[in-house]
């Protein structure tokens, strides 16, 4: 297998009608499919009888996974005159596609069919058996240490932790008073360490349990009363209706909005620029702190309300949380008709 960087320009020029009548894959955006990563990907074209037998085949892949695209080439072995075939092993997760290009008496053309999609994933994501952690009804960080070996030895692999960070007045996890900091109900008040330092020390434990964490991500929101409000309220959507002139969150059952009136909804279409780069960078920040702790058990970050979140923000936080954190996972909560589901898993 060769496994090169594309040369340009790439060819141009497009023979009348398809060459090739035979492909070993799905070609098109919703005919995607799925590898695990240690899966290899087989790629067998045959072309047409009454056409000049191609020199040369290659696959030209792009990985979408991030902020920007990877490219790569891979070289299919001759068969036969008109059969060419290469299995490999991609060398990157997520998203990906690929087309044929092929030369023909050394001048090369693209197959005129589609790009082939398909999306790469962590090996590990074979088993995971997950169970849902409520940190607030459940006491503080030493006391977490028994939870865990309890549900290691029920069977599970991978606890989903609802959020942690410090709480506004509803104690809703959800409904954060600040991003960055566990929320003190959390901390061992008989350990020294500072709540940083007790929170690593747990992950620290649940990986050398065997056990995988799963962090919660919360983009479309903040506490009504949080000090992002405090401090930075042009962060915020404003709404002429609410007496604080802050817009709430909430959910639509198809007929009717309802509010959740301790969550006030992020504005990360802001008119000024600045503001949001500012808000932008902050949030980006957040997805950072938190994947890191996922990622040093070999686990996971769920995003919640993934399917009214703000697109352009969550592909350019994705991005990097990836370009950081290579293997990690993420799960998205989708609320969403199976055609628009399966759009987003690409999308994102």
């Known amino acids: 297998m060769e496994i090169s960087i594309p040369k340009l320009p790439l060819p141009q020029a497009m023979p009348a009608g398809p060459v090739i009548v035979e492909r070993s894959f799905p070609v098109g955006r919703e005919n995607y499919f799925r590898l695990f990563k240690s899966q290899s990907l087989v790629i067998d074209v045959t072309f047409r009888d009454d056409v000049v037998a191609p020199d040369s085949v290659s696959a030209h892949f792009e990985n979408l996974a ?16 008109r059969r060419f075939r290469v299995e490999m ?5 997520g998203v990906n596609r690929f087309r044929i290009k092929y030369s023909q008496k050394g001048t090369w053309f693209w197959d005129c069919r ?17 169970y849902t952690f409520i940190p607030n009804v459940n006491g503080h ?50 350990n020294p360490k500072t709540a940083r330092a007790q929170l690593e020390d747990l992950v620290q434990f649940a990986k050398d349990c065997g056990l995988r964490l799963c962090f919660d991500l919360v983009f479309n929101s903040i506490g009504v009363d ?14 002429a209706v609410e007496a604080d002139g802050i817009k709430r969150g909430g959910w639509s059952d198809g007929k009717q909005f309802h509010k959740w009136m301790d969550l006030a909804y992020l504005n990360y279409d802001t008119p000024c620029s600045q503001l ?15 994947s890191s702790f996922a990622s040093a058990t070999g686990g ?29 996972i993420t799960f998205g909560e989708l609320f969403e008709t199976e055609p628009r589901i399966e759009d987003m898993v690409l999308d994102y």
């Open 226 to 239: 949080s000090s992002i409000r405090q401090s930075r309220p042009e962060w915020l959507t404003e709404d």
């Open 89 to 93: 092993e991609v060398p990157y997760h």
């Open 141 to 190: 960080f030493g006391q977490w240490y028994d939870d865990f070996k309890r549900i290691r030895d029920l069977g599970f692999n991978t606890i989903h932790l609802l959020p942690l960070s410090r709480m506004g007045h509803s104690e809703s996890p959800y409904a954060a008073y600040d991003l960055f900091e566990v929320d003190p109900q959390l901390i061992d008040p008989k």
């Open 66 to 81: 991030h902020n920007q695209s990877r490219l790569f080439e891979v070289a299919l072995v001759s068969v036969t005159p």
């Open 276 to 290: 949001r780069k500012e808000l932008w960078v902050y949030m980006s920040q957040y997805a950072q702190y938190w």
């Open 300 to 328: 996971m970050v769920r995003l919640d309300n993934l399917h009214s979140s703000h697109k352009a923000f969550v592909r350019r936080v994705l991005g990097e949380v990836r370009e950081a954190f290579p293997d990690i």
């Open 114 to 130: 589609p790009y082939s999609y398909f999306m790469v994933d962590p090996d590990h994501l074979r088993d995971f058996r997950i």
